[in-house]
């Protein structure tokens, strides 16, 4: 599976960006799918994922209200709504893939097989 993503930038605080993430190479439809974040010096950090059984859709508190994960499957692309972005947000964002991912096993970072080389996400106070 290959993950690419797109449309990072630099925004102001309270701004609105869409990050899409295509995919490639298998059913894109059989993997939970997640977007992640990570700064210099910490780790990367679950944002909101998407599971394969039924959809549902998770988030991380620090952005519950504002993001918004949604798939294509026909287009086997992954996108993240980011509304009221704040300059916290700013990171480089992860599109990853995981096979076989419980719906509890969602925000774990160890459970995704499958990464994209990242897209900067800049929020200017």
């Known amino acids: 599976v290959q993950l690419i993503e797109s449309g990072g930038g630099l925004v102001q605080a309270g701004g609105s960006l869409r990050l899409s993430c295509a995919g490639s190479?298998?059913?894109?439809?059989?993997?939970?799918m997640a977007w992640f974040r990570q700064v210099p010096g910490k780790e990367r950090e679950f944002v909101a994922g998407?599971?394969?059984?039924?959809?549902?859709?998770y988030y991380a508190d620090s952005v519950k209200g504002r993001f918004s994960i949604s798939r294509d499957k026909a287009k086997e692309t992954l996108f993240l709504q980011m509304n009221s972005l704040k300059p916290e947000d700013t990171a480089v964002y992860y599109c990853a893939a995981s096979f076989g991912a419980a719906n509890w096993q969602v925000s774990d970072r160890s459970k995704y097989n499958y990464w994209g080389q990242g897209t900067q996400v800049t929020v200017s106070s």
């Open positions: 998407i599971s394969w059984i039924d959809d549902t859709t």
């Open positions: 190479g298998r059913t894109f439809s059989a993997y939970t």
